[in-house]
């Protein structure tokens, strides 16, 4: 029943936003970890940015701090990514993902998986 669905990828030139969205259905963003990660070709896969209301948890990597804000809209279930003066570096395949969280490991695994959504940030 568990659901993750994104929307709002495309293409930006440099110095570009885009915002980010993941409905959830099937459980609270305000009771779970929710993150997003992305993959670039050739790359490993990336920890961008993870929330947890419920443990007070809010992650960014080094390469995104600044630039991406991360939120939750209870009202509508949804988990949203701002991302500001986008880079080339940025383009890769983002992934909204659910799990459990703890107010000692915060955002340590993720169960459910959105479909993907491409980011392409041109020079």
């Known amino acids: 029943e568990v659901q993750l669905v994104e929307s709002g990828g495309g293409l930006v030139q440099a110095g570009g936003s885009l915002r980010l969205s993941c409905a959830a259905s099937?459980?609270?963003?305000?009771?779970?970890?929710v993150g997003w990660l992305r993959q670039a070709p050739g790359k490993e896969r990336e920890r961008v940015s993870c929330?947890?209301?419920?443990?007070?948890?809010?992650y960014y990597a080094d390469s995104v701090k600044g630039r991406f804000t991360i939120s939750t809209d209870n009202a509508n279930n949804t988990v949203d990514l701002q991302m500001n003066n986008l880079k080339p570096e940025d383009s890769a395949v983002y992934y909204c993902?659910?799990?459990?969280?703890?107010?000692?490991?915060?955002?340590?695994?993720?169960?459910?998986w959105g479909q993907g959504s491409q980011v392409t940030v041109s020079s």
């Open positions: 929330i947890s209301s419920r443990d007070a948890v809010i």
């Open positions: 099937g459980f609270s963003v305000d009771d779970y970890a």
């Open positions: 993902a659910m799990g459990p969280s703890n107010p000692v490991l915060g955002c340590y695994r993720y169960d459910f």
